[in-house]
């Protein structure tokens, strides 16, 4: 039993939504012009909580984590569609007056965070108590703001006259900036009793700090609970891994610009090797035609010799056309000397 009260607990006071993890600011600020508005937001979003929170934990297992908050949204707004239809049919004044509220509590940071960082983790009696106290602790939230406000805005509590003619209202708090300086006294009292709490105890005060996660409460959130020193360290190793990046970055350019280079360098080598086995290969290809040309004109003579050799005739046929070859020589040359004689008178 001790783990459920544990969870009230928690909600109500140690991690309360709206004072401690300050979650929810929208209806928080928006809603709590009257102490029965902040009431009802509250009631709506409690109930909407807790369904939730145990049904996400019955299926937590089934759900897949690919798709776990498209799940989760799906789920809360079925749970959200069924509490707007019953205010709508059993508190239709309270209905009008939160107005487009009620449909936004699908989107409530505080449900889809205990949704995503208790229920889809832990058992179904557990969630249903962790939702129970975060409603508590919101509605508690609400209803306290709604009724400061109230108060000191209009004179009256829950619609009743308490102040008559004590004091005139003060306006402002009535209105949308009222919540704000509610909101920020009520902080700034519980930061201050926290502070003095601590103080006589001896130990650091458990607030909610900008400059880093200790003291926080809020479990929901992705960091770690770590002191300043801690978080100093993690900042430089951080700093320095990044340093140690943008250093090797040039040398991986480097590198990679030496592969590109030695690859060009490889093709033109391939390139000038097949240029020069083709120019070595060309006087070899014309020497062996000479080559064969040779051969050829050895194999007519020696067959011409083999023809002289058997037919007398063919002898006689041979040294007449050499003989004719002969004057076709000499008349060749009388012509052009006649030419080149014609040529210089000519010229002359």
Known sequence: MKKYWERLYNGIIKENPTFVQMLGMCPTLAVT????????????????????????????????????IPAYITIIASFV???SFVMQAYTPGLYESLGVFIPLIVVNCIILGRAESYAGKNKVLLSIFDGIGMGLGFTLGLTVIGMIRELLGAGTLFGIKVTADLFDPIRIFAMNPGAFFVL???????????????????????????????????????????????????????????A?????????????????????????????????????????????????????????????SKMDDNDPEAKTDVLAVNDDKKKDDKDNAKSSTGKLKKDKERQV
Do not use: H, W, Y
């Open 184 to 242: 920020a006294f009520i902080i700034a009292f519980i930061n201050g009793m926290t502070i003095k709490k601590a103080k006589k105890n001896g130990t650091k005060p458990n607030l909610r700090r900008i400059d880093g996660c200790e003291g926080c409460t809020n479990f929901a959130c992705a960091g770690k609970k770590v002191s300043p020193e801690e978080a100093e360290k993690l900042m430089k190793e951080c700093a320095d891994k990044r």
């Open 244 to 304: 140690n990046a943008q250093a090797a970055e040039p040398v991986k350019k480097d590198s990679e610009d030496n592969k590109t280079n030695s690859s060009e360098k490889k093709d033109n080598d391939k390139q000038d090797d097949k240029s020069e086995n083709k120019s070595e290969n060309k006087p070899d290809n014309k020497s062996d035609e000479k080559n064969d040309e040779k051969a050829d004109e050895s194999k007519v003579s020696d067959k011409d």
């Open 81 to 83: 569609t069924v509490v």
């Open 33 to 68: 012009s009257t102490a029965i508005n902040g009431l009802g937001m509250g009631i709506a979003t409690l109930a909407v909580l807790t369904m939730s929170n145990m049904l996400i934990s019955m299926l937590r297992n089934l759900i897949s984590d690919k798709v776990r």
